[in-house]
């Protein structure tokens, strides 16, 4: 959660994960542009070195990731076991 939310970008919308033994796979839902997110890897190998991770990015549109407003489940992705964070509404 520390490499998430420390100095998280405003274009960090969601953050669902799986874990097991000794690797973690995490899904990262952004906006569509955002340029660069390298730091969050890495910090993410700094804070959990004993862990084999595995990080995968979902880029959508401020219209698509709001485009299911009011409804629970994501229209264009589906969450891993545990969500870490997201955002209602992006405005």
Same mark, same amino acid.
């Given at each position: 959660? /520390?490499? #998430?939310?420390?100095?998280? /970008? &405003?274009? %960090?919308? $969601? ?6 033994? /000794? +690797? @973690?796979? !995490?899904?990262?839902?952004? %906006?569509?542009?955002?340029? $660069?997110? =390298?730091?969050? &890897? &890495? $910090? @993410?190998? *700094?804070? %959990?070195?004993?862990?084999? !991770? +595995? @990080?995968? +990015?979902?880029?959508?549109?401020? +219209?698509? #990731?709001? *485009?299911?407003? =009011? *409804?629970? @489940? ?10 870490? #964070?997201?955002?209602? *509404?992006? !405005?």
């Amino acid at each position: 959660m /520390s490499a #998430f939310m420390l100095n998280a /970008s &405003r274009d %960090l919308l $969601d953050v669902s994960y799986t874990a097991s033994d /000794s +690797e @973690i796979m !995490i899904q990262i839902v952004l %906006l569509k542009g955002t340029t $660069d997110f =390298g730091t969050i &890897r &890495r $910090d @993410i190998a *700094e804070i %959990l070195p004993e862990y084999s !991770i +595995e @990080i995968t +990015e979902v880029w959508l549109t401020k +219209e698509q #990731f709001n *485009e299911n407003k =009011g *409804e629970w @489940i994501p229209k264009y992705y589906s969450w891993l076991e545990f969500v870490l #964070f997201c955002k209602a *509404e992006v !405005i």
